[in-house]
C-alpha cells in the first residue's frame, strides 16, 4: 500500500473530493473501474466510477485526513492506496495502474482487424531431410474480439488458399491440386478460438478449430502479445506473435515421394509461423 503526497488546493476540474486517473500499463483509460473510498475506522465515505477517460472524482470534499481508497475493475487486479485529504477537502492521488491477474496484460477491449498488409502467415516444411521449404499465403483477413477478461477473447481468421507462394510457380501449382490444399473443393483455409489458456506474462496458448483441405481438427496456437502503438493513419495497432506446427495426414496431405534411401522429400510436418498487426475498430482503415 502506497501513500500519495498532498494533493494541491484546486484540481484541474474545480471540484473537491476524490480524483484519480486508472490506467492499463500500456497507458490505456479503465473506463468501468470504481473507486471506494473508506475512512481509518473502515467506513466507506464514497464510491465513485470511471468515466470514458478512466478518470474517477468523488461528489463532495473530503474531511481532512487519512483515506484508503481501493480500485477494482472487472479483469484487472485490485490495487490500494492512502490518500490523504488536504484542509480545502481535496485528495488527488494521480494515475493508478491496475494490471491484469498474474500479469497477463490485453489491448483495450473490443474489435481488432487484422491488417494483412502488415502480417505473415507462414509455413515451413522440410526438404530431403536437410533443408526447408517456406512458403506463405497473401490473402487473408481476421478479425480478434479482446474481451473485459482474457477468457472471453476470440479471434477467427479465414485465409485464401490459393494465395499460397513459395517462390516457385510449379511447386505453388502442385500444392493447389488435389495432393495438398485442394483449393478448388476447399478454397478457404478458416481457424475460429474456442478458449485462452494463460502460459505467462503476455503468453497464452490459444485454443481452437483449423479446418484445412476440408477437415477440421482442433489446433492451439502458441501467442505472445507484443504490445500496442499508435500509428501514422491515426489509428492504434496491436501485434501478435503465434506458431505452431502441423502433422501433414491430419488433414489428409500424404503425397510424398520416397527416395531411394528411404528417405521422404517432404517432411511428416509443417511448422507455422504468425506475426500479427491488428487495428483497433470493426474494419481497416481506407487506404
Same mark, same amino acid.
Given at each position: 500500500?502506497?501513500?500519495?503526497?498532498?494533493?494541491?488546493?484546486?484540481?484541474?476540474?474545480?471540484?473537491?473530493?476524490?480524483?484519480?486517473?486508472?490506467?492499463?500499463?500500456?497507458?490505456?483509460?479503465?473506463?468501468?473501474?470504481?473507486?471506494?473510498?473508506?475512512?481509518?475506522?473502515? %467506513?466507506?465515505?464514497?464510491?465513485?466510477?470511471?468515466?470514458?477517460?478512466?478518470?474517477?472524482?468523488?461528489?463532495?470534499?473530503?474531511?481532512?485526513?487519512?483515506?484508503?481508497?481501493?480500485?477494482?475493475? $472487472?479483469?484487472?487486479?485490485?490495487?490500494?492506496?492512502?490518500?490523504?485529504?488536504?484542509?480545502?477537502?481535496?485528495?488527488?492521488?494521480?494515475?493508478?495502474?491496475?494490471?491484469?491477474?498474474?500479469?497477463?496484460?490485453?489491448?483495450?477491449?473490443?474489435?481488432?482487424?487484422?491488417?494483412?498488409?502488415?502480417? $505473415?502467415?507462414?509455413?515451413?516444411? &522440410?526438404?530431403?531431410?536437410?533443408?526447408?521449404?517456406?512458403?506463405?499465403?497473401?490473402?487473408?483477413?481476421?478479425?480478434?474480439?479482446?474481451?473485459?477478461?482474457?477468457? #472471453?477473447?476470440?479471434?477467427?481468421? #479465414?485465409?485464401?488458399?490459393?494465395?499460397?507462394?513459395?517462390?516457385?510457380?510449379?511447386?505453388?501449382?502442385?500444392? %493447389?491440386?488435389?495432393?495438398?490444399?485442394?483449393? #478448388?473443393?476447399?478454397?478457404?483455409?478458416?481457424?475460429?478460438?474456442?478458449?485462452?489458456?494463460?502460459?505467462?506474462?503476455?503468453?497464452?496458448?490459444?485454443?481452437?478449430?483449423?479446418?484445412?483441405?476440408?477437415?477440421?481438427?482442433? $489446433?492451439?496456437?502458441?501467442?505472445?502479445?507484443?504490445?500496442?502503438?499508435?500509428?501514422?493513419?491515426?489509428?492504434?495497432?496491436?501485434?501478435?506473435?503465434?506458431?505452431?506446427?502441423?502433422?501433414? #495426414?491430419?488433414?489428409?496431405?500424404?503425397?510424398? &515421394?520416397?527416395?531411394?534411401?528411404?528417405?521422404?522429400?517432404?517432411?511428416?510436418?509443417?511448422?507455422?509461423?504468425?506475426?500479427?498487426?491488428? $487495428?483497433?475498430?470493426?474494419?481497416?482503415?481506407?487506404?
Amino acid at each position: 500500500m502506497s501513500i500519495s503526497p498532498h494533493a494541491s488546493e484546486s484540481t484541474p476540474t474545480g471540484r473537491r473530493g476524490l480524483r484519480a486517473l486508472v490506467r492499463t500499463k500500456d497507458g490505456w483509460a479503465v473506463q468501468h473501474a470504481v473507486a471506494t473510498v473508506t475512512d481509518m475506522s473502515g %467506513r466507506q465515505i464514497a464510491r465513485a466510477e470511471a468515466d470514458t477517460a478512466g478518470l474517477i472524482e468523488t461528489d463532495s470534499a473530503l474531511e481532512p485526513g487519512y483515506y484508503t481508497v481501493v480500485v477494482t475493475a $472487472v479483469g484487472y487486479a485490485p490495487t490500494a492506496c492512502t490518500a490523504i485529504a488536504s484542509a480545502a477537502g481535496i485528495a488527488d492521488i494521480g494515475t493508478l495502474v491496475l494490471g491484469r491477474p498474474g500479469g497477463a496484460e490485453l489491448p483495450p477491449p473490443g474489435a481488432w482487424s487484422i491488417d494483412p498488409a502488415h502480417s $505473415v502467415v507462414a509455413a515451413t516444411a &522440410q526438404h530431403l531431410g536437410m533443408t526447408s521449404v517456406h512458403g506463405r499465403f497473401v490473402d487473408f483477413g481476421g478479425r480478434i474480439d479482446i474481451g473485459t477478461t482474457v477468457e #472471453e477473447s476470440t479471434v477467427s481468421a #479465414e485465409i485464401k488458399a490459393v494465395s499460397i507462394d513459395t517462390g516457385n510457380h510449379m511447386r505453388d501449382d502442385h500444392l %493447389r491440386n488435389a495432393d495438398f490444399l485442394n483449393t #478448388e473443393i476447399h478454397p478457404l483455409i478458416t481457424y475460429r478460438s474456442s478458449g485462452l489458456t494463460a502460459t505467462g506474462a503476455d503468453r497464452w496458448t490459444v485454443h481452437g478449430e483449423l479446418s484445412l483441405a476440408g477437415v477440421s481438427r482442433p $489446433v492451439d496456437l502458441n501467442l505472445v502479445y507484443l504490445g500496442t502503438s499508435p500509428d501514422p493513419w491515426g489509428g492504434v495497432r496491436a501485434a501478435f506473435r503465434a506458431s505452431t506446427e502441423l502433422r501433414r #495426414e491430419d488433414f489428409v496431405m500424404n503425397f510424398n &515421394q520416397v527416395l531411394q534411401a528411404g528417405m521422404y522429400v517432404i517432411g511428416a510436418t509443417l511448422k507455422v509461423d504468425i506475426e500479427i498487426q491488428a $487495428v483497433q475498430g470493426e474494419s481497416l482503415p481506407q487506404a
